[in-house]
């Protein structure tokens, strides 16, 4: 039986080509999923593609662990339509550290416990906690959001988001806590970034 | 050939030792931005975790109140953590802030901070630290009470560092924000806490070396903020832009602009 050498090398050249256009096509898939999709009747969360913000310097861009578990209290004084646009925030960043994308394989799982402090936390997860606030605190006047990472030996071990009150759009609420959320994952603000990007730091304000 | 190659190797290397030699001389010889502002970075007031109340009725009371003001600062009580932790808050206060906030500001001094502390919430959910500034000058004032050179000011940051029975000491700080140092003098931006004796810091400048060093910004060891166009200005240089800013705002609000 004879090799046919060139059928053999064009069938390879084929099967890579195949193989690599559906990885590139998978991955775009998951990242245009992870970047912009928004809570249900919300315009695209984000039509510009990602940008290069760099680390977060105040925390020296420490982010989750690999595979971190983390459970995510949304404070219950949300409204439901905007409990369901944090969940669809955090999801999107967990489609974004599935293995198609960024890998970091930070997973969330919710509650809407009123005080948090006291439920215990299992063994090998960490915590997140969504507030709903409208503390006058000097530093917070005239802001959208803000938030708080908590970092242990060089890594995240929990983060507190607080959304303003005064934000009542449910769709800038879902923009603002991935806003938010970028910074636990170690992503820093962005000014120079286009306006319609989820880390441009002017985008928190309310 | 073997000579020739020696001779290579031997050259390359005079070079590497010339070249790191003459970036370190370089970098030490000038007024360095880099190290020279580091040295706010962490330094911070520290609260006991297990602090007494004050002894004096009256002073336990004027602090309660105090630490009211940072009262459910998180849902989550400080406690003691097994390894070294940090809370950072970022809360984009510097967003639309100017590097020179004179209309944010109730009065603008000069002074020197002479103690610093800090305290914990009540409910320990947040700390703050309290400054006690000794008047220099007094560049602005907006505020009822008067001020002048010798007054003695309280100002407070949010922030500062814990330590527990065990001796270990936990941080909690505003990303972009360092605190002032005992001793040191500064330039500080302060608004009046609701009707309290109080101010808060909204941001400073120190005189350091006849230079102005901001004490907000790339030297809290954060990323570079509009504060930090003003590093390494002259003191008289720095003076003369805030009094003009002064000036234009005075100016505003004589004609209604403001």
């Not at chain 1, 593609?49 to 690999?66: F, L």
């Not at chain 2, 706010?40 to 105090?66: F, Q």
């Not at chain 2, 070294?84 to 809360?91: A, P």
Request: net charge positive; charged share 20%; hydrophobic share 35%.
């Amino acid at each position: 039986m004879q090799v046919n050498f060139s059928k053999l090398r064009r069938s390879l050249v084929i099967f890579f080509v195949v193989c690599l256009s559906t990885i590139i096509l998978t991955s775009l898939v998951v990242y245009v999923s992870a970047q912009g999709t928004p809570p249900p009747n919300c315009p695209p969360m984000n039509s510009v593609p990602c940008e290069n913000t760099g680390v977060d310097k105040d925390t020296s861009g420490v982010t989750w662990p690999k595979g971190a578990k983390v459970i995510v209290n949304i404070d219950p004084s949300f409204s439901p339509e905007k409990i369901a646009a944090i969940k669809s925030s955090y999801n999107n960043w967990q489609t974004a550290g599935s293995a198609l994308g960024n890998g970091s394989g930070v997973t969330f799982t919710f509650t809407t416990l009123a005080n948090p402090s006291t439920a215990s936390l299992p063994a090998g997860t960490y915590r997140a906690q969504v507030n709903n606030f409208s503390n006058p605190r000097p530093d917070l006047v005239g802001k959208a959001s803000s938030n708080g990472v908590d970092v242990l030996n060089g890594e995240v071990v929990g983060q507190e988001i607080w959304v303003n009150r005064s934000v009542t759009d449910e769709c800038a609420v879902a923009q603002t806590v991935a806003h938010e959320t970028g910074h636990g994952f170690g992503l820093g603000d962005c000014s120079n970034c286009s306006r319609s990007s989820l880390i441009n730091s002017t985008s928190a304000e309310s | 050939m073997k000579l020739y190659r020696k001779g290579m190797w031997l050259l390359t290397i005079v070079l590497i030792i010339t070249v790191v030699t003459s970036v370190v001389a370089l970098n030490s010889g000038r007024f360095s931005k880099s190290t020279s502002i580091q040295d706010n970075k962490d330094e911070m007031p520290i609260a006991d975790y297990s602090a007494p109340e004050p002894p004096d009725a009256g002073e336990a009371t004027k602090r309660t109140a105090k630490n009211k003001r940072y009262d459910k600062l998180s849902s989550y009580p400080i406690k003691e953590e097994r390894g070294k932790f940090t809370r950072v808050l970022s809360s984009h206060w510097a967003t639309g802030l100017p590097a020179i906030p004179v209309e944010q500001s109730d009065i603008v001094v000069i002074g020197e901070v002479t103690a610093a502390r800090a305290y914990l919430s009540n409910d320990k959910t947040g700390v703050y630290s309290e400054f006690i500034l000794r008047v220099g000058e007094v560049l602005k004032n907006d505020d009822g009470a008067s001020f002048y050179a010798g007054s003695i000011i309280t100002a407070q940051r949010g922030g500062g560092a814990v330590r527990f029975p065990s001796g270990q000491i936990q941080k909690y700080k505003t990303g972009g924000q360092s605190m002032p140092r005992i001793g040191r003098q500064y330039m500080l931006f302060l608004k009046r806490i609701d009707e309290s004796r109080d101010f808060s810091i909204i941001t400073g400048y120190e005189f350091r070396d006849e230079r102005i060093v901001p004490l907000d910004g790339k030297s809290s060891g954060g990323k570079r903020l509009q504060f930090d166009d003003y590093l390494g200005f002259t003191a008289s240089t720095f003076l003369t832009v805030v009094r003009d800013a002064i000036g234009r705002t005075t100016q505003n609000s004589l004609r209604g602009d403001k």
